[in-house]
């Protein structure tokens, strides 16, 4: 995935090279009439992956380390009069995390190092990592505030192409079956949800641009998964987790 995003990039700034060199006015006259405005969009990510609100088993998050997430993306504006249009686009984008958290009777099913497989309630700490790439269609309506300032909203449709939801648990002990059964002394321990991660997201996004120069923007990007992640036969983990994040970047406006 990341080949695809590196492709992705360059593609995306050939395009603007080559069109930089053209006489674009003919193109964006013929545009303009219609009322149709092109942009193509680069920014990175902040953000994570979390229950709403977080359950009593999480008794603290210890770290929280958000890695580097990458979005490209590109769109096509509608406007249906001075103020008001609608947003299509397509986009390229990781979302995931590091984190470290403290639990008490956390649901987990893992492999400890010679091999063994546990399940039970465990007391200790989690280590999670995420790294899921998505394709992204974003849905929007846009309202024209000023001639600088644009503030959007709507939905998001996104298939992930790539899951990793992995870890380890460690520096504590487990309860066969529930937490009263036996426990179980354990240094460290693995596990790996990724085969159970959903194909398909949706949810809301909330966007602001502003008109820094003729054609570059600067925009900011909220959105809010409204589906778990996770399939909906996977109990392990027993509440639902909601990917939150905000993506800053710029736009080249053609």
Same mark, same amino acid.
């Given at each position: ?17 080559? %069109? ?6 003919? &193109? ?12 193509? *969009? ?14 009593? /088993? ?5 770290? %929280? ?15 249906? @009069? ?11 984008? +990781? ?9 008490? +009777?956390?649901?987990? /099913? ?11 309630? %465990?007391?200790?700490?989690?280590? =999670? *990592?995420?790294? +899921? @790439?998505?394709? =992204? ?11 600088? %300032? ?43 949800? @990724?085969?159970?991660?959903?194909? !398909? ?17 600067? &925009?900011?990007?909220? =959105? ?15 509440? +639902?987790? #909601? ?6 970047? !710029?736009? #080249?406006?053609?």
């Amino acid at each position: 995935m990341k080949k695809i995003f590196l492709f992705s990039l360059i593609a995306l700034l050939s395009i603007q090279m080559s %069109w930089a060199q053209k006489d674009r006015t003919p &193109y964006l006259i013929k545009s303009a009439f219609r009322g149709l405005e092109y942009e193509v *969009k680069a920014g990175f990510s902040i953000g994570g992956v979390s229950p709403i609100p977080l359950p009593a /088993e999480i008794r603290a998050i210890e770290s %929280w380390n958000p890695t580097m997430l990458i979005a490209i993306e590109g769109n096509a504006t509608k406007w249906f @009069s001075e103020r008001w249009g609608a947003e299509v686009g397509i986009r390229l984008e +990781n979302k995931g995390m590091k984190t470290d958290a403290k639990v008490k +009777n956390y649901n987990m /099913e893992m492999t400890a190092a010679d091999g063994g497989y546990m399940k039970g309630a %465990w007391t200790g700490y989690v280590s =999670t *990592k995420v790294r +899921n @790439s998505y394709l =992204t269609f974003p849905v929007l309506a846009t309202f024209k505030v000023s001639p600088r %300032w644009v503030l959007k909203g709507g939905a998001f449709l996104s298939y992930m192409a790539e899951g990793d939801f992995s870890g380890s648990a460690y520096d504590g002990y487990l309860r066969n079956g529930d937490p009263t059964g036996e426990k179980v002394n354990v240094t460290e321990a693995t596990y790996d949800f @990724s085969d159970d991660l959903r194909n !398909f997201s949706w949810g809301a996004q909330l966007s602001g641009e502003w008109r820094a120069f003729k054609h570059l923007n600067i &925009y900011a990007d909220f =959105t809010w998964g409204l589906n778990d992640i996770f399939k909906s036969d996977f109990n392990v983990i027993e509440f +639902n987790m #909601y990917p939150i994040y905000m993506n800053i970047g !710029f736009g #080249y406006v053609f």
